[in-house]
Nanobody, 115 residues
């Protein structure tokens, strides 16, 4: 069983920055990949960024060059640094991991980009 808790969302102006955190329970955090998804109103949930257990990263085209995913295995925490935010980045952001056939999700954190 894995529990994921996101934090760090909020209201920010266009061009601003936020850092999201995802704290994971369990002692094997370092062994599994972590992902950030987002879901905007009326849209499907989409993958934003992923980081493997070894630190390899992947990003959606819409966020490349603006967002950075990272992890601190000592703190059992994954991060999403979001810079140059745009109104279209407004969504609920979720962290996710998968152990075998089981997928685990956090409760989500709202990010609103608006002037």
């Amino acid at each position: 069983q894995v529990q994921l808790v996101e934090s760090g969302g909020g209201l920010v102006q266009p061009g601003g920055s936020l850092r999201l955190s995802c704290a994971a329970s369990g002692s094997i955090f370092k062994l599994y990949a972590m992902r950030w998804y987002r879901q905007a109103p009326g849209k499907q949930r989409e993958l934003v960024a992923a980081i493997s257990s070894g630190g390899s990263t992947n990003y959606a085209d819409a966020v490349k060059g603006r967002f950075t995913i990272s992890r601190d295995n000592a703190k059992n925490t994954a991060y999403l640094q979001m810079n140059s935010l745009k109104p279209e980045d407004t969504a609920v952001y979720y962290c996710n991991t998968q152990l075998g056939s089981m997928g685990y999700w956090g409760q989500g954190t709202q990010v609103t980009v608006s002037s």
